[in-house]
């Protein structure tokens, strides 16, 4: 376990692991989803998930990419606690207005830290980062607050991105069973 708060995976499983069926971002099909939003609006469970996501930042780390949707209030408390400015990223450039991927300062030449919530095949972080490179950003590390990908795989070293999980599935797993 990455974290140093021993009981955080059993918090976070104990909050937000349902189980039942469930149909993920990726097409997959799961009998158990953990629904991140549970902790990201307890505002106790979230500030503690950010403080572990801080020691995770690479130092040179610029901006706080946080990821809509899940991302972004990570990200705020993120901010909040290390004073690293936090940028917003869309799923999509919005299509009116100032037409934007991200909003906050420029990224253009910064380091971006992507900020996320969960990890399963990393489809949503990898269209971030792309989006992000295309527009001049270095983006080379992602943390997120649970890695649910299978133990020892990256799926997003198509993309050379590093995940810094807080915790992982087995660590919710071993939480729950322990």
Request: charged share 25%; with cysteine; aromatic share 4%.
């Amino acid at each position: 376990m990455t974290t140093t708060d021993d009981s955080l995976a059993a918090d976070i499983d104990a909050c937000c692991r349902l189980t039942g069926e469930f149909t993920l971002r990726s097409g997959q099909v799961s009998s158990e989803y953990f629904d991140k939003y549970l902790f990201e609006s307890d505002p106790l469970l979230l500030g503690r998930v950010a403080r572990e996501m801080v020691q995770l930042v690479p130092q040179d780390t610029e901006l706080l990419g946080g990821l809509e949707l899940g991302g972004v209030p990570i990200a705020t408390m993120v901010s909040a606690i290390t004073g690293t400015p936090a940028l917003f990223v869309r799923k999509h450039a919005k299509e009116y207005g100032t037409a934007k991927l991200a909003e906050g300062p420029p990224f253009e030449g910064r380091r971006v830290t992507l900020i996320e919530d969960v990890i399963t095949t990393g489809g949503a972080v990898r269209d971030a980062t792309r989006a992000l490179r295309e527009g001049g950003a270095i983006v080379e590390v992602v943390v997120c607050a649970i890695d649910r990908s299978p133990a020892g795989e990256n799926p997003l070293a198509d993309v050379g991105l590093e995940i810094r999980p807080v915790l992982t599935k087995a660590d919710l797993d071993a939480a729950r069973n322990g």
